[in-house]
C-alpha cells in the first residue's frame, strides 16, 4: 500500500476526545465486569464464575473434593481469563470463615489464617461448593437468570444468581473502581432474611423498624459495635462510620495476679500483627503494666493471654489497649452496588427491595419453566392414555408402515396426536402396556394437572410469589442461619484521658496557706489508728489543713477563691504526695492572684440542674445557683459570683429544698434562715442580702444547720460554747440576727463558727500554730446569750485563727470490696446533709490528728 493510501484511510482525532472515551470506557469497565457488586446476588463476576465453574463441574457439597488448581483452571479457559492468582485468591477468601460471615466454598487444606497466613499453593488444597452456596445456585437450570456469552463467545454463563438469600447483606463486598468505592460489611442471615421478610410484610417500613430485624454488622471474628449512631446512618444513606472493639475479660491467676485474655478481635485485623504492635508498646514503655504477652490460639478458639503486673489496674490497660492498638478500629461503610449496571448508593430498605425485585422475577420464570414443562409431559400423557385405550390399532399400524415416518403420520392422520406424542408412543417400551403401567400414567397425570392449576395460580397472583419466597428463605434461615456473634454497644464515645487513669478514692488535702496534694486511700488503711502529733500538718508556717475530703480521680475539684472566682480541676489533675508531704502550692497549680486564695472547695462527678450552690461573702451577701452554671472550663477560671469592693467569699456549700441555713457575724450575732428564701441565681450575680451586719462586723462563716444539730463558736481568747441549733429562731432572710454569745474586750470578737454533732471533736489553731484538740461533748453547752467557757488557752499576743471539724469515733474500717478502693463512713455523728465521702474525710482527719496513745 503507497504512502497516499495509508493517509487517506488515517482520520484526524482530537486526543483529549480519544482519552476521554477511551478512559471513560475503561472506567465502565472495572465498575461494571471486576470491582463492584450487583446488588441482587452481591456478587463480582469473578465470585459468580468461580461458583458457576463449581457447579457445571459437579463439585457440590455431596460430592469429592478436587484440586483447588483444576477448579482454577476451568474459571479461566472458559469464562475469566485473567491470572490464576486473582482467581485462586477470590476462591481462598469464600473459604475462609474468619473472612467470609457465610463462606461459599469448603476449602480442605491451608486457606490461610487470622494471623494474615497466605494460603498453600493451588496445586496442594482442594475445593467444593459449600452448602450455602448452593442456595445461591438453586433453580439456576431453570431458566430464571439471565445468560451470556463468555469471553469467546464459546459458553454461555449467568448474568446473575438466583441468590435465594441476600448475599450481598449477608457476607458483604469490598471493591475499590475508578472514582469510586464499596465497603459493605457483613450481617448476621438469619436476621437479613427477618428484615427481607419484614419489608415484604410492610412496603411502607421505617429504617428503624427495620433495625429490630437487623440490628446491625455482624462480623465472622465477633467483637463489638460501639454505638448504632454510624449504623443507622449507613442504613438510611448508603454511607456511615462505626468503632469495632475486640472482645476481652480479665481472669486472676492462682497467684493472684490479673490477666487479660482477648478471645474476639475486629473485623479483617490481623492477629499476628495486633500481638507484634502490643510487644512494641510494651518495649517503648507504653505499656509498662504488662509483664508478658502471649497467644495461645488454637482450634478451639482465640486466646491471647497478656500478664499484668500486681500494681496494674486491668480496666485502665484494657481501655490503653483501645486508644493505642487496633484492637478498637474505625470502619467506613459505603453501600455501592451495580442496580441494573448503574452503580448506586443504597440504604438498607432500598437494597433489600431490590433483593425481592430480583427474587419475584425469579419465582415467577421458574414457575413458567416448571408450567412450561408440566404441561409437556402431561400432554406426552395424554398421548399415552389414547395409544393405550386404542393399543391393538395403534400396533397394527405401527407394523403396517414401511417406517418410522409413514408410522408418525398415520398415528397423527388416525388419532390426530402431535409430532412429540407420537414420538413418545413409537419409543414406548412394550411393558408400559401393562395395566399397571396405565395405572401408573393415570396417576402422574393427575398430579401433573394439580401442579398445573398451581403453577398457574402463582403466575396469577403476586401475594403468592411472595408468600412463596417468605416460606423459602424461612427454610433456607432454620437450616443455615446461625446466633449473631457480634455486640452492639448502645454507646459510643471517644477514648479520653480519662479512660486511660484508673479510677480510685483518693484523699485530697488542702492546707490554710493553699498547699494541696492527693494520696489514696489505702495510704490510710496501710497505717494503724492513732499516733503522736499532727502528722500531716506542716506548723512551722502557722500552717494547717483546711480542707480534706475523699473523692475519685475521675470527679471534678471546684476551686472557689476568696476573689469570686471558680477554677476547675480533675481530681487525677492534682499532684500526688506521701502523707507527711506538704503538697504542692496552689499558684502552681491555678492562676492566683497575689492576695487571692481558697475559700471553698467543692467535689461532683455531674452537674445536675436540680443541685444548688450557696454563697456567702464577709459582707453578708448569699446567692443561690444551680451548680450546671459551673459545668465550664477556662484556664484563667470564671467568676462565681460578682463581689462588691472590699468584700471577699467566705463559704460555699451545697443546698437542698427545705434545709435551713445558719450565718454567725464576727460580733457574735447568729442568723437562721430558709433556704427558700433565696431565690436561684445566675453566675455571674451578686445576690442578695443574707445577714446584715454593720461597720467593722464581718460574716465568719456559713453552714447548713439542721434540727438537732448544734451550734459551736469559740472567740479570738480561746473562749466558746455550743448550742442547740433549735434555740435559734427562724427569721427571714437580710436580718441583723440575735446573740449567739457576749462578745466582751476580755474574750474578743468571734474566730470561727461550726456546726457539730455528738461523737464530733473539734481542731483549735492559732496564729502561732498551737493545736488542740477537744471532743464537742466536753465543751459545755450553754444558752444562746451567753459569754461561754475556756476552751483554749492563749498566749497574749496570740489569738484563735481557726478551727477544724474531724470525727471522733473510732471504729474499725471496712475491708476493701473487690479491689474497689472505697471508704464509706457510717457513724451518728455525721452532720445532717454531709455525704458518705465528706463524713469518712473526717474520720480521715480524725485518724491523722490522733493523739498517741501509750
Known amino acids: 500500500m503507497s504512502d497516499h493510501e495509508i493517509a487517506s484511510n488515517v482520520s484526524p482525532i482530537d486526543i483529549e476526545d480519544e482519552l476521554r472515551r477511551s478512559f471513560l470506557e475503561y472506567s465502565m469497565s472495572v465498575i461494571v465486569a471486576r470491582a463492584l457488586p450487583d446488588v441482587r446476588d452481591g456478587l463480582k463476576p469473578v465470585h459468580r464464575r468461580i461458583l458457576y465453574a463449581m457447579h457445571e463441574s459437579g463439585l457440590t457439597p455431596s460430592r469429592a473434593f478436587k484440586k483447588s488448581a483444576w477448579t482454577v483452571g476451568e474459571v479461566i479457559g472458559k469464562y475469566h481469563p485473567h491470572g490464576d492468582s486473582a482467581v485462586y485468591d477470590t476462591m481462598v477468601r469464600m473459604a475462609q470463615d474468619f ?94 432474611i427477618n428484615a427481607t421478610i419484614a419489608l415484604i410484610d410492610n412496603p411502607e417500613i421505617t429504617t428503624a423498624e427495620l433495625m429490630e430485624h437487623l440490628p446491625g454488622p455482624d462480623f465472622p471474628t465477633g467483637g463489638a459495635i460501639m454505638g448504632r449512631e454510624g449504623i443507622v446512618s449507613a442504613y438510611e444513606t448508603g454511607r456511615g462510620s462505626i468503632k469495632v472493639r475486640g472482645k476481652a475479660h480479665v481472669e486472676q491467676t492462682s497467684t493472684g495476679r490479673m490477666r487479660i485474655i482477648i478471645t474476639e478481635i475486629p473485623y479483617a485485623l490481623n492477629k499476628s500483627k495486633l500481638v507484634t504492635k502490643i510487644a512494641e508498646l510494651v518495649r517503648e514503655k507504653k505499656l509498662p503494666e504488662i509483664s508478658d504477652l502471649r497467644d495461645e490460639s488454637d482450634r478451639r478458639g482465640m486466646r491471647v493471654v497478656i500478664e499484668l503486673k500486681t500494681t496494674a489496674i486491668p480496666q485502665v490497660v484494657l481501655n490503653k489497649l483501645y486508644k493505642h492498638t487496633q484492637l478498637e478500629t474505625g470502619m467506613g461503610i459505603i453501600q455501592l452496588a451495580l442496580v441494573d449496571g448503574v452503580p448506586r448508593e443504597l440504604s438498607l430498605k432500598q437494597i433489600l427491595f431490590h433483593y425481592i425485585e430480583h427474587q419475584k422475577d425469579v419465582i415467577v420464570r421458574r414457575t413458567r419453566y416448571d408450567l412450561r414443562k408440566a404441561e409437556e409431559r402431561a400432554h406426552i400423557l395424554d398421548g399415552y392414555i389414547i395409544a393405550l385405550d386404542n393399543i391393538d390399532e395403534v400396533i397394527r399400524i405401527i407394523r403396517g408402515s414401511a417406517d418410522d415416518v409413514e408410522a408418525k403420520a398415520k398415528l397423527v392422520e388416525r388419532f390426530g396426536f402431535s409430532e412429540a406424542q407420537t414420538d413418545a408412543i413409537l419409543e414406548m417400551r412394550l411393558r408400559r402396556l401393562t395395566g399397571l403401567e396405565r395405572s401408573k400414567i393415570e396417576e402422574e397425570l393427575a398430579e401433573l394437572r394439580e401442579k398445573i392449576a398451581w403453577y398457574k395460580k402463582i403466575l396469577g397472583d403476586m401475594n403468592l410469589v411472595l408468600q412463596i419466597i417468605k416460606d423459602e428463605m424461612s427454610e433456607i434461615r432454620e437450616k443455615h442461619g446461625n446466633p449473631r456473634r457480634t455486640e452492639i454497644m448502645g454507646v459510643s464515645r471517644d477514648l479520653d484521658v480519662e479512660d486511660l487513669i484508673a479510677e480510685e478514692d483518693m484523699v485530697v488535702t488542702i492546707t490554710k496557706a493553699g498547699y494541696v496534694k492527693r494520696l489514696p486511700v489505702a495510704t490510710y488503711r496501710q497505717q494503724k489508728r492513732g499516733g503522736k502529733g499532727i502528722s500531716g500538718v506542716n506548723l512551722k508556717d502557722s500552717d494547717f489543713v483546711e480542707h480534706l475530703f475523699i473523692s475519685s480521680t475521675h470527679d471534678f475539684v471546684l476551686f472557689f477563691s476568696s476573689k469570686g472566682k471558680v477554677y476547675r480541676l480533675k481530681v487525677h489533675e492534682l499532684p500526688v504526695g506521701s502523707r507527711h508531704a506538704r503538697g504542692t502550692a496552689v499558684v502552681n497549680l491555678l492562676p492566683f492572684a497575689q492576695d487571692e486564695r481558697i475559700a471553698a472547695v467543692i467535689t461532683t462527678r455531674d452537674f445536675t440542674p436540680d443541685e444548688y450552690l450557696l454563697f456567702a461573702t464577709s459582707h453578708g451577701m448569699v446567692k443561690k445557683t444551680a451548680i450546671q452554671a459551673y459545668d465550664r472550663s477556662r484556664r484563667d477560671g470564671i467568676i462565681a459570683i460578682n463581689l462588691r469592693d472590699d468584700d471577699e467569699l467566705i463559704a460555699v456549700r451545697r443546698v437542698r429544698n427545705g434545709e435551713l441555713v445558719m450565718m454567725v457575724s464576727a460580733e457574735g450575732k447568729a442568723i437562721r434562715w430558709d433556704e427558700a428564701d433565696a431565690r436561684p441565681m445566675g453566675r455571674d450575680t451578686t445576690g442578695v442580702r443574707g445577714m446584715n451586719v454593720k461597720g467593722d462586723d464581718r460574716v465568719l462563716g456559713m453552714e447548713i444547720a439542721a434540727s438537732g444539730s448544734e451550734l459551736f463558736v469559740v472567740t479570738e481568747r480561746g473562749y ?23 462578745v466582751t474586750p476580755k474574750k474578743g470578737r468571734l474566730a470561727g463558727m461550726k456546726i457539730v454533732m455528738p461523737g464530733h471533736e473539734l481542731m483549735l489553731i492559732s496564729d502561732e500554730g498551737v493545736v488542740i484538740r477537744v471532743k464537742a461533748e466536753d465543751i459545755s453547752q450553754l444558752g444562746r446569750s451567753t459569754q461561754g467557757v475556756k476552751v483554749m488557752n492563749v498566749h497574749e499576743n496570740d489569738r484563735v485563727s481557726a478551727i477544724a471539724r474531724v470525727s471522733g469515733k473510732k471504729k474499725k474500717r471496712p475491708a476493701a470490696v473487690e479491689g474497689q478502693q472505697t471508704l464509706i463512713a457510717h457513724d451518728e455523728s455525721r452532720v445532717p446533709g454531709m455525704s458518705d465521702r465528706e463524713a469518712a474525710a473526717e474520720d480521715l482527719a480524725s485518724e491523722d490528728f490522733e493523739e498517741d496513745e501509750e
Open 99 to 192: 473472612a467470609m460471615r457465610t463462606p461459599l466454598v469448603d476449602g480442605h487444606g491451608n486457606f490461610g489464617s487470622v494471623d494474615g497466613d497466605s494460603a498453600a499453593a493451588m496445586r496442594y488444597t482442594e475445593s467444593r461448593l459449600a452448602r450455602p452456596a448452593m442456595e445461591l445456585l438453586r433453580d439456576l437450570e431453570k431458566e430464571t437468570v439471565d445468560f451470556g456469552p463468555n469471553y469467546d463467545e464459546s459458553l454461555q454463563d449467568p448474568r446473575v444468581l438466583p441468590a435465594r438469600f441476600p448475599n450481598l447483606l449477608v457476607n458483604g463486598s469490598a471493591g475499590i473502581a475508578v472514582g469510586m468505592a464499596t465497603n459493605i460489611l457483613p450481617h448476621n442471615l438469619g436476621e437479613v
Open 720 to 742: 466558746g460554747k455550743r448550742t442547740p441549733v433549735d434555740q435559734y429562731p427562724i427569721q427571714n432572710r437580710g436580718g441583723m440576727g440575735v446573740k449567739t454569745i457576749q
